[in-house]
């Protein structure tokens, strides 16, 4: 976890975090809290009653007796979900090895430019294919 923080925060990757870097951090870590709280905030009003934190407490352990009422509409993740996600990262991996062309186990910003390049290129190349599927199938006989 501690790598993935610095990965993500150490702007001038001296492997700490300096003041700036650490509010930028904490800057992310309040704004997901706020977005995981407004999930369980049901009558918005920026608090818990006890309603939202048994449905907040029932959905972080995995309980399902929760009322239907004061169930969020979001569910803990299924071990597919996690195999998923185990296989996006696997993805991101393979992505940083791809383009980590002096070896450092990061991407510099010459190296990120060519991820994004190559991304583009295959989202241009999806919306394409798509394109030209939805237009072949408007001109199908109904």
Known sequence: MHSQ???RYDANKNGKLEAEERAV???DLEQLRR???ARFDFNKDGKFDAKER???QAWLTGQTNAPAA???SVQRPSLPTMERQKAVQDQNAELIRRHDKNGDGQLDEQER???WTEWRLKLREKKTQEA??????SQ???
């Open 5 to 7: 923080i610095l990965a």
């Open 25 to 27: 951090w904490h800057r």
């Open 35 to 37: 977005e995981k709280s």
């Open 54 to 56: 048994a449905a907040a």
């Open 70 to 72: 004061t169930a969020p």
């Open 113 to 115: 430019d060519a991820l």
């Open 132 to 137: 030209a599927t939805n237009t072949a199938a």
């Open 140 to 142: 199908l006989p109904k």
